[in-house]
């Protein structure tokens, strides 16, 4: 049994954020005091040791991502930055957003050596706009201290000179602690000039959105973050050499930062261990739809499903069966009740033809229609695309109308056929510049593979059985 | 038109960036907080500080839900419709709150007083359903507090 919570297990009962004092006293800032005394390149190696993936939902390792950026002293020391780059690896930070590095790996795209530039900028991804989605905020409430001291120490590792925190608009809560912690941690020395008497200094900027879904996505971010319409980039360049206005970017998400000062402070060894599985750490699974408990727990990576619905959540509320589950929110592929031994982690739940995403689980239930349910996220995704590319734009209005007709008892027996095919030309990755509409597309065809039934049913009867 | 007030706040975040379109949002959001929604007038004056065009500050203005080129009501309320809160009774929700006002979502009460948003996702969805109004979010709503919650505004308006 594994009980160590390094995230979570400060944050008071009364849900107000940890202040400073208390911050430090949990041992907070000590990981940035590790840090300083290190080269950058063990910082990043350490990272990318760590095998922390990223937590935004597309699952890139931290430290691959940090040892992206260029190093402008490599040339001078012939060291490779690309050490602090491993160290996150290592214990398999992932980045738990979409993507599928490390985050060791992602820093250490940054450029090095003679090919190191300023400024270099640090991004922190607290958009999340995913419907369903909603682990971060507990992050950002209560315990912003803990993303502040990831942001410095990232910033170190990157050669970051200034940081924003990108937070959706509707964590107005979130906004007013992450300011209130960001002045207390200038005060402190660790922001501003100087830091805690290095040459390293660092500014974190408080951005806050003005709502839509596309921001989360890691260029389209940067675009909004330059008062710009928030439509993705193509890709390559990666963000890590030409990102914020043009200059090499590191985008980590909010949990991915938050576990960057516990794996410098107590090492990789002991990162890797709080976990099930070969994925490092520990990670914050949420659970919403009709169970007993809907909440939010931090578990070891690799926790099942089963444990997460059954123990945290109290089980189904009574009356209802759980049908499926889509594991990581609305762009995961919908999984079904004869899964819930999976554990979740990005290998298990991928081996199954899902996504983790970002662990936060949305259960349907027996009483409530798959068809219509697929309708609701369709018409989210529609009413979210940022209308660059075609099959996104027109793709997603369509489907979400011919689930609304087969809901409203207009269903043809071709509809059926028809969606299935567009869930495979929309969903194909080459087919739009960003994953939005391949996303929208995991829980339509999953739907159509696991619910076949209920669809020729809503044809077939010619109305939505459930109502 | 842009106030005094409005100019000197949005000067005040220049130099965070180094462009001065990165103000934009910024800038969007300070000129809206007077009237609830940005005129043609304020995007022009916005546009000018920030060395923009006025068409192309419209493009990002019109892009973000939470940027009012339309005129709103008094309060705004935003009744999330996303996957967490339809499952837990949101339609409900909408049913009741459609019944109170007399309007449907993007619509504004013929009195001004009140505007209503659909809305993706508020990120409470263990609380679901939940619903903004104006800056305040509730949580694991019915639609017997939905209305007791309405209510209040509309008698605080009558007094």
């Known amino acids: ?467 | 038109m842009m106030t005094p007030q409005d100019r000197r706040e949005i000067e005040a975040l220049l130099h965070t960036y180094p462009t001065r379109q990165a103000v934009a949002l910024e800038a969007l959001k300070i000129v809206q907080r007077r009237q609830r929604w940005v005129s043609d007038d304020d995007l022009r004056d916005v546009a000018a500080l920030l060395e923009m065009t006025p068409a192309e500050l419209d493009g990002v203005a019109t892009f973000y839900s939470q940027v009012f080129r339309q005129p709103v009501g008094e309060h705004v309320i935003r009744l999330c419709d996303s996957v967490s809160c339809w499952i837990m009774g949101e339609i409900a929700l909408q049913e009741r709150l459609s019944q109170l006002l007399g309007i449907r979502t993007g619509e504004t009460t013929p009195d001004g007083r009140f505007t209503w948003l659909p809305v993706s996702c508020l990120g409470v969805c263990e609380q679901a359903p939940a619903m903004m109004l104006d800056d305040t979010l509730y949580t694991q709503l019915t639609p017997e507090d939905l209305e007791a919650i309405v209510q209040r505004y509309v008698q605080e308006g009558s007094r």
């Open chain 1, 1 to 467: 049994m594994k009980t160590e919570r390094p995230l979570t297990q400060h944050i008071r009962a009364d849900g107000l954020a940890l202040n400073l004092r208390e911050y430090e006293a949990t041992g907070g800032y000590q990981g940035l005091r590790t840090t300083l005394q290190m080269e950058q390149h063990q910082v990043t190696k350490t990272i990318q040791d760590s095998t922390l993936w990223g937590r935004g939902g597309a699952g890139f390792g931290t430290g691959r991502k940090w040892s992206f950026v260029p190093d402008k002293d490599l040339h001078k020391r012939h060291i490779f930055p690309n050490e602090i780059v491993v160290m996150i690896e290592e214990p398999a930070v992932w980045d738990n957003a979409l993507a599928g590095f490390t985050t060791g790996v992602k820093w250490g795209f940054m450029p090095k050596g003679e090919y190191a530039t300023s400024p270099t900028y640090l991004v922190a991804n607290a958009d999340e706009m995913e419907a369903g989605v909603f682990k971060d905020r507990v992050l950002l409430e209560g315990n912003p201290h803990q993303l502040i001291e990831g942001m410095i120490i990232a910033a170190y590792a990157v050669r970051a000179d200034t940081a924003f925190i990108f937070l959706r608009w509707a964590y107005k809560e979130a906004a007013q602690r992450i300011e209130k912690a960001l002045a207390e941690a200038r005060q402190a020395n660790y922001l501003g000039e100087h830091i805690l008497g290095t040459d390293f200094s660092l500014d974190i900027h408080l951005h806050i959105s003005a709502g839509r879904y596309i921001c989360g996505e890691a260029t389209a971010l940067l675009n909004s973050l330059e008062g710009r319409r928030p439509t993705p980039r193509a890709k390559p360049p990666h963000t890590a050499t030409v990102g914020l206005w043009g200059r090499p970017t590191v985008v980590n998400n909010v949990e991915t930062l938050s576990n960057v000062p516990h794996i410098l402070r107590n090492g990789v060894d002991w990162y890797k261990a709080l976990s099930y599985t070969a994925e490092g750490g520990t990670k914050l699974y949420g659970v919403s739809g009709r169970v007993k408990r809907p909440g939010w727990w931090e578990l070891p990576m690799g926790t099942t499903a089963r444990e997460i619905v059954q123990e945290h959540a109290g089980g189904m509320l009574d009356g209802y069966q759980l049908r499926g589950f889509l594991p990581g929110g609305a762009s995961t592929d919908f999984l079904l009740a004869e899964h819930l031994d999976v554990r979740m982690d990005l290998k298990s739940v991928a081996a199954l033809g899902s996504r983790l995403g970002t662990g936060t689980m949305i259960i349907l239930d027996d009483k409530t229609c798959p068809v219509s349910m697929t309708a609701n996220l369709m018409h989210f995704f529609a009413r979210e695309s940022c209308g660059w590319c075609t099959p996104c734009r027109d793709g997603l209005p369509w489907t979400a109308k011919v689930l609304d007709a087969l809901e409203a008892g207009q269903g043809r027996p071709e509809d059926i056929d028809r969606l299935q095919k567009h869930a495979h030309l929309i969903g194909s990755p080459d087919s739009t510049f960003c994953p939005l509409a391949p996303g929208a597309m995991e829980p339509l065809q999953s739907a159509l593979q696991y619910f076949a039934e209920d669809f020729q049913e809503h044809v077939r009867q010619q109305r939505c059985p459930w109502h």
